[in-house]
């Protein structure tokens, strides 16, 4: 089956850049879609094909896909910005969604 | 407002059954896939099962192939999960989740999240 793989955790300084990365094999043949989940609550997309931001979502959050490696870019980082970020794709070839490993964002 | 609300939850001894509801409200349901979502204590996110728009096209995790059924009722506006056979690593946060396209198939991400009910394994 397919495997998407993220680090487990990245951390940045308030108004710095947070880069978070999802491996999977040609993942930039697939259309990639993120999620920020913050504790006690329900995930967030924040991210659909590829880079697309869904209505309300700031545009300090951007993504992009190729060759094996999606990214999901937050840029001047907030406090609230703090929270678990999932990648996930849609493997057609087995039906199935695949969620990546996840990636804590800390904000120092 | 766009709602999804989870019900069905609760403590089952292993090898017990349950089934969840979901209940939506605030969009043509009957227009979406719709999928669950479960999340283990501590743990991330695992793709349960999706279903198309008319039930036609109906998708499981390999690991649970056999013991859940995903169901639907368009006139209810419900979206059901049975789940037979419970094991304690079943024990997670169950969360029923929309497509975020309507009428398309399956695999166009999710946009709306219930805000999940607890299912306990354990004797």
């Known amino acids: 089956s397919y495997v998407l793989t993220q680090p487990p955790s990245v951390s940045v300084a308030p108004g710095e850049t947070a880069r978070i990365t999802c491996g999977g094999n040609n993942i930039g043949g697939k259309s990639v879609y993120w999620y920020q989940q913050k504790p006690g609550q329900a995930p967030v997309m924040v991210i659909y094909y590829d880079s697309d931001r869904p209505s309300g979502i700031p545009e300090r959050f951007s993504g992009s896909n190729s060759g094996n490696t999606a990214t999901l870019t937050i840029s001047r980082v907030e406090a609230g910005d703090e929270a678990d970020y999932f990648c996930?794709?849609?493997?057609?070839?087995?039906?199935?969604?695949?969620f990546g490993t996840g990636t804590k964002v800390t904000v120092l | 407002e766009v709602q999804l609300v989870e019900s069905g939850g609760g403590l089952v001894k292993p090898g017990g059954s349950l089934r969840l509801s979901c209940a939506a409200s605030?969009?043509?349901?009957?227009?979406?896939?719709m999928n669950w979502v479960r999340q283990a204590p501590g743990k991330g996110l695992e793709w349960v099962s999706s279903i198309s728009i008319r039930s036609s096209h109906i998708y499981y995790a390999d690991a649970l192939k056999g013991r859940f059924t995903i169901s639907r009722d368009n006139a209810a506006n419900s979206l059901y999960l049975q789940m037979n056979s419970l094991r304690a690593e079943d024990t997670a946060v169950y969360y029923c989740?929309?497509?975020?396209?309507?009428?398309?198939?399956?695999?166009?991400?999710?946009?709306?999240w219930g805000q999940g009910t607890t299912v306990t394994v354990s004797s």
């Open positions: 989740v929309r497509d975020r396209e309507s009428i398309s198939g399956i695999g166009t991400g999710m946009d709306v």
């Open positions: 996930q794709v849609w493997d057609g070839s087995n039906d199935q969604y695949v």
């Open positions: 605030g969009f043509t349901f009957h227009l979406y896939s």
